[in-house]
């Protein structure tokens, strides 16, 4: 069975969901920076939390305790 696709215009309602998309990608493609400068800050915490941990190490190696 053959079904024919008429080029009818799009409805309203895929037309409505396809604006939501585009305003939506552009939403997230404006807070990019934001995220990479989030994503920067934590990778950088997590960097020093463990230099502070190898550090707290080597005093324990040592026969020292931090306080």
Do not use: C, P, Y
């Not at 080029?7 to 990479?36: F, I």
């Amino acid at each position: 069975m053959w079904f024919r696709w008429r080029g009818k215009e799009k409805d309203g309602e895929s037309a409505e969901a396809l604006r939501d998309a585009r305003m939506n990608l552009r939403k997230v493609e404006r807070r990019g920076k934001e995220v990479t400068q989030v994503a920067k800050a934590l990778r950088d915490l997590r960097e020093r939390n463990h230099f502070a941990e190898q550090v707290e190490e080597i005093f324990i190696s040592r026969g020292r305790r931090m306080t």
